[in-house]
C-alpha cells in the first residue's frame, strides 16, 4: 500500500540553525501539507500546497518557514533560523483531491 | 469557543467494552469528519471518514454525525488493549484539517 515517507526521523539543531525536513507524497497526489504537533498538544496546520504554490498557510507559518516541490517526489519544509520553541514532530500530508489526507509518520525535530 | 473541542482523558476501559470517544464543534462550515488513531510518536493514521450526518461502520468500528448538534463520536465495540492509542477527531474548512487535541485511550487487558 502506497504511503507517505518522511526524513529524517529525527533531526536534532542548534538554535538558530537552517533545518530541511523532506517528505516523499504518495505518487498520484496533487495537495500536499504539513503539520506539527508540540509534545503533549494538538496537531496544528502549518500550510498547504498546490500546483507549486502556497494555497492556504496558518499564522504560525511565517517568514522563517518555506516549503518547496524541488523535484516531481519530494516536498520539504524549510525552518531558516531554527528557535527552541520548533521543536516538535512535523507531519507530511497528502492527498489526491477533496478526499482526505495521508500522513507520514513525522520527524522529531529538537532545537537545543 | 475553540472551534473543535475534545476530552484528553485518559480513558480506561476493560478489554472487550464498548468504548464512546466525543468532540463537539462550534463552526457549520465543517464540512468532513475523521477520526484518526494515533501511536506514540508516530504520524495520525486514519480510521474513518464521512461527511453526512448520521452512522458509518467499519468491522468494529461505528463514526456517527449530528450536524444539528454539532456532536460527533466514535464507538469502537470489543476494544482490545491493541486499540490503546490516542484518538483524534478532525475537521476539514478551507481545504486545512483542523484536529481536536485527541483523547489517550487506555484498554486494560
Known amino acids: 500500500e502506497p504511503e507517505v515517507t518522511q526524513t529524517p526521523s529525527h533531526q536534532v539543531t542548534q538554535m538558530g540553525q537552517e533545518v530541511i525536513l523532506r517528505c516523499v507524497p504518495i505518487s498520484n497526489h496533487l495537495y500536499f501539507y504539513w503539520y506539527r504537533q508540540i509534545l503533549g498538544q494538538k496537531v496544528e496546520f502549518l500550510v498547504s500546497f498546490y500546483n507549486n504554490e502556497i494555497s492556504e498557510k496558518s499564522e504560525i507559518f511565517d517568514d522563517q518557514f518555506s516549503v518547496e516541490r524541488p523535484d516531481g517526489s519530494n516536498f520539504t519544509l524549510k525552518i531558516r533560523s531554527t528557535k527552541l520553541e520548533d521543536s516538535a514532530m512535523y507531519f507530511c500530508?497528502?492527498?489526491?483531491?477533496?478526499?482526505?489526507?495521508?500522513f507520514g509518520p513525522g520527524t522529531r525535530l529538537t532545537v537545543l | 469557543q475553540k472551534e473543535v473541542e475534545q476530552d484528553p482523558g485518559p480513558l480506561s476501559v476493560p478489554e472487550g467494552a464498548i468504548v464512546s470517544l466525543n468532540c463537539t464543534y462550534s463552526?457549520?462550515?465543517?464540512?468532513?469528519f475523521m477520526w484518526y488513531r494515533q501511536y506514540s510518536r508516530k504520524g495520525p493514521e486514519l480510521l474513518m471518514y464521512t461527511y453526512s450526518s448520521g452512522n458509518k461502520e467499519d468491522g468494529r468500528f461505528t463514526a456517527q454525525v449530528d450536524k444539528s448538534s454539532k456532536y460527533i463520536s466514535l464507538f469502537i465495540r470489543d476494544s482490545q488493549p491493541s486499540d490503546s492509542a490516542t484518538y483524534l477527531c478532525a475537521m476539514i474548512r478551507d481545504d486545512k484539517i483542523i484536529f481536536g487535541k485527541g483523547t489517550r485511550l487506555h484498554i486494560l487487558p
Open positions: 463552526n457549520s462550515a465543517f464540512q468532513y
Open positions: 500530508a497528502s492527498t489526491a483531491g477533496t478526499d482526505t489526507q495521508y
